[in-house]
């Protein structure tokens, strides 16, 4: 790292942040990836660039997000003050919008003509397929088939919006699976695509494209914080799939050595039963999907298949910069159990009138373990970085009721 | 030190015929059968052997790979299986060379040093790695050459003039070319860009020249040696494994005689008879 002492510097040219990163991918696609970085490069140098996608974050995707106080649940578990990084009331319901409309920006710029993307709870999918329909570009979105029939809202949400939905029926059929079977698209297509990929993960550049993209949701917290506290969080909690809203929230408060950060991973049915998606907590550092990071996997190297009850963070991997970010501990990675999750999205549905995602009712989750505990003038910020409509039938499924 | 695989491109040139690369996974679709398998390759044809190191998430290959890599996990492949495939093998054939090709973090897994130590042990000749370009050679790339293992490339149509001097360092053995863009087995080979393809290539190096990923019949193959050193089939194999299997996935009797004898058709192509 150029700056030791700082753990904003990373990655180095060559995508590693530490030991992790890098551009693990066949060579077929290693000269667009060049390409990419050299493209993206330009287009941060470029204020016409920053500018566009300003004009687009603010009228189209309604940034900024609020900052809202969460009231009653702050009353409710009785200790520290909790906010709520609103990014679920974006334009498509979630946070990957931001993303999106860097990248589509940046696909326009290299003259691309074909986009694709991989998604698992849809979020990521519905984004693209917006931000396509928007610039008039065919689009092709590969879901793990378990997650088609699991995310049937936004399955024909991406269909309302012009893009073929492809359901990928290897392996188990998930996020994983998807995520495959786009960079086979990707190697297959090379000349006229781009890979909008979802998560801060892949080959370098995108894990730091996508950090960057993101980085819109914790510049906007340390403002707003300011504006209604008079000072920055003390602590920040966001879910893990990836890990996009997550480095998206903590990354511009890295060196603010005051912010305490978890990143909240699936614990599935429980981390002893091994059926979770907890990359960090129960897996350990490989190479998958042109990156070295933490990853589910047996003793022979073999990926093992995710368990989450949410689809969005049923994956066996994790995006580099959180594995260097556990390495250094400036990140703790926590888990939640999808009976947990279960429990704080009916909580936050009935206590504060918002129906959340499964994601980030696995950082609620954390937050209700740990709110009761703290100071009262302690500020917690979560990022909401979805909403819940999309997740009403996986609930209802798992409460035994019928709708 | 001249190894197996420079002998063998020398022998192939003096005889005047193009050569055949067969691939088929390791541990596929068992164990055993496997290793019967790969002990009649030469005695069919095969001039120099692919071996698979099944991996759960095989990006740059096609539906009948990835079904192939399935079926030996499933059957209990694993990395030290497949080392002791090589060995079983070199018990039988000292002179045809036996190239692993396959996906890094099995062997990073494995760890780099044992993984070299042993593959060396087994009789190794070179490693394909699809998903380590020259910009992570601190891998594997520079300690299997330092461990004496050929460490061959891919050079794809997306590998222009400019990349192709990086593609071609630390290259040796031969450089494999891959003639189509997309996954293994996905769509025929064209001929006539394959030529220039080739023609390309040796402007740039002297290392022999095998073409893969389309190349699906014994014309495919003819046409393929009728510009480089030597074809290489893969998805076609394995798909003869596939549709030679039982309802419960377990091999018919005469599978490995009926593989053997679509490489021999293969072989003829190949080599131009």
Redesign the interface.
Known sequence: MAQPNSYRAGPDEGGHFGIFGGRFVAETLMPLILEVERAYGEARRDPSFQAELDELLTFYAGRPSPLYFARRLTGHFGGAKIYFKRDELNHTGSHKINNCLGQILLARRMGKKRIIAETGAGQHGVAVATVCALFDLPCVVYMGATDVARQRPNVFRMSLLGAEVRPVTSGRSTLKDAMNEALRDWVANVEDTFYIIGTAAGPHPYPAMVRNFQSVIGNEVREQMTAAEGRIPDTLVACIGGGSNAIGLFHPFLDDASVRMFGVEAAGKGIATGEHAASITGGRPGVLHGNRTFLLQNEDGQITEAHSISAGLDYPGIGPEHSWLHDRKRVQYVSATDQEALAAFQLCSRMEGIIPALEPAHALAYVAKIAGDLPRDHLICMNLCGRGDKDIFTVADALGMKI | MTGRIEARFAALRAAKRGGLVTFVTAGDPDHETCKRLIRGLPEAGADLIELGM???????D?PAI?ASSQRA?RAGA??RRTLDIVRDFRGHDRETPIILMG????????GVEAFLRDAVAAGVDGLII???????DGELCRPALAAGISWI????????DR?LPA?LSNTSGFVYY?SI???TG?KSVPEAEVRQAVARLHRHTKLSIVVGFGVKTPDDARAVTAAADAAAVGSAIVSRIAAKLDANGKPAPGLVEDVLGFVRALADGAHGA
Not at chain 2, 54 to 60: E, L, N, R, S, V
Not at chain 2, 103 to 110: D, E, F, K, S
Not at chain 2, 130 to 136: A, F, I, M, S, T
Not at chain 2, 153 to 160: G, I
Request: no cysteine; proline share 14%; aromatic share 12%.
């Open positions: 099944p991996f759960t998430d095989p990006m740059a096609g990835q996990l694993s990395m996906y890094y973090n099995p062997i990073y897994i494995y699809v998903d380590l370009p020259p910009e992570e490339r891919l050079a794809t149509p997306t590998t222009d990349r593609v891959v863009m997309g996954t996905t």
